[in-house]
């Protein structure tokens, strides 16, 4: 699901850093994997949890992409296929799809269940990277 495409962005919401194509996200297979990418590593971390069959995650797909374009100074963003991961899926206790896990220094500090607007999402990581404390919001 997450290849490499090309999309022309502009700078209608302007993300100067927004460029025109996109990278393959940072995938994450195992628990492993999570710990050493996400759980001990400094600053923002982002973690979507999707499934390919799940047409609610297909519809975010761009959205998350282009945030990881346009926030890639700011934060570390990867993608979980819960197909291929379920144990990692269940330890989390990620239950609906998709789910969006914002990390801080290891911990979670906020996240998404479902789908949620470009706007919306733009404005949640706005919110996060001028936080400055270390708690969930939800």
């Given at each position: 699901?997450?290849?490499?495409?090309?999309?022309?962005?502009?700078?209608?919401?302007?993300?100067n850093n927004c460029a025109k194509q996109?990278?393959?996200?940072?995938?994450?297979?195992?628990?492993?994997?999570?710990?050493?990418?996400?759980?001990?590593?400094?600053?923002?971390?982002?973690?979507?949890?999707?499934?390919?069959?799940?047409?609610?995650?297909?519809?975010?797909?761009?959205?998350?992409?282009?945030?990881?374009?346009?926030?890639?100074?700011?934060?570390?963003?990867?993608?979980?296929?819960?197909?291929?991961?379920?144990?990692?899926?269940?330890?989390?206790?990620?239950?609906?799809?998709?789910?969006i896990l914002f990390y801080k220094n290891?911990?979670?500090?906020?996240?998404?269940?479902?789908?949620?607007?470009?706007?919306?999402?733009?404005?949640?990581?706005?919110?996060?990277?001028?936080?400055?404390?270390?708690?969930?919001?939800?």
């Amino acid at each position: 699901a997450y290849k490499t495409e090309k999309i022309n962005f502009g700078i209608r919401f302007g993300y100067n850093n927004c460029a025109k194509q996109i990278n393959s996200m940072n995938m994450v297979t195992d628990k492993k994997e999570f710990a050493e990418k996400v759980l001990n590593n400094s600053g923002i971390q982002v973690v979507e949890f999707y499934a390919d069959w799940s047409g609610t995650c297909q519809m975010m797909i761009p959205i998350y992409k282009e945030l990881s374009l346009c926030y890639n100074n700011a934060a570390n963003f990867f993608a979980v296929d819960v197909e291929a991961a379920p144990l990692l899926k269940k330890e989390l206790g990620v239950n609906d799809l998709p789910t969006i896990l914002f990390y801080k220094n290891g911990a979670i500090i906020d996240f998404v269940n479902g789908m949620i607007s470009k706007n919306a999402l733009f404005a949640k990581m706005e919110t996060i990277i001028n936080q400055k404390t270390n708690h969930l919001s939800n």
